[in-house]
């Protein structure tokens, strides 16, 4: 039982190039997250999915896209990588419900020059 | 909308004192309530949750939080600090109603613990 595994746990990009974050629970989990973590500031959720086949935006969407492929995985894109966009990734799951606990992923740490 | 708001983005303890983080949050319904622990280099880990029944939460390695409504604050304790305890936590909070778990994380506190 590896929890949440995300994919790959470092990056560097030049500005411009486009790249997916892999995230993936073996938990039987309904809903699964996207979070950066920036200095000072927490965690700020990018996306999110609530059941296979749904997806919704969260509170810092822009610059990105994600896909649900199937229960267990959850992609997250950067079609076209901005410096701003240097930051930790963190992937959660759980169950659902709002105070259902999370399951956070050991992060992808990104840098964007 | 929620928010959380944590006091002092940096506490310094020595091994074997008090440990004392402080929470307030801002809901307009009642709220549920997490502190998460993050070790260096590391995801998150829950240390306990306020959702609802009991306002004495004791969670993972001795700590423990009082949800206040009167005061709308969730403080973390330990009684006693230990070297191990070295990390940055973060008050979270999701509005109770919510169907998903879309969290609210403060900015989080860096604890050091010295010997």
């Known amino acids: 039982n590896a929890g949440v595994t995300q994919t790959p746990k470092f990056q560097v990009l030049k500005t411009g190039q486009s790249m997916t974050l892999q995230c993936a629970q073996d938990m039987n989990h309904n809903s699964m997250y996207w979070y950066r973590q920036d200095p000072g500031m927490g965690l700020r959720l990018i996306y999110y999915s609530a059941s296979e086949g749904t997806t919704d935006k969260g509170e810092v969407p822009n610059g990105y896209n994600v896909s649900r492929l199937n229960k267990r995985e959850f992609s997250l894109r950067l079609e076209s990588a901005a410096p701003s966009q240097t930051s930790v990734y963190f992937c959660?799951?759980?169950?659902?419900?709002?105070?259902?606990?999370?399951?956070f992923g050991p992060g992808t740490r990104l840098t964007v020059l | 909308a929620q928010s959380v708001t944590q006091l002092g983005s940096h506490v310094s303890v020595s091994e074997g004192a008090l440990v004392l983080l402080r929470c307030n949050y801002s809901?307009?319904?009642?709220?549920?309530l997490f502190w998460y622990v993050q070790y260096p280099n590391q995801g998150l880990q829950l240390l306990l949750k306020?959702?609802?029944?009991?306002?004495l939460v004791k969670g993972i390695n001795g700590f423990e939080a009082e949800f206040k409504k009167s005061e709308t604050s969730f403080h973390l304790t330990k009684p006693s600090a230990h070297m191990s305890d070295a990390a940055e936590y973060f008050c979270v909070t999701n509005a109770g109603g919510t169907s998903y778990g879309k969290l609210t994380f403060g900015q989080g506190t860096i604890l050091t613990v010295h010997p």
């Open positions: 809901s307009s319904v009642p709220p549920y």
């Open positions: 959660a799951s759980n169950v659902a419900g709002a105070g259902d606990t999370q399951y």
């Open positions: 306020y959702t609802t029944g009991a306002t």
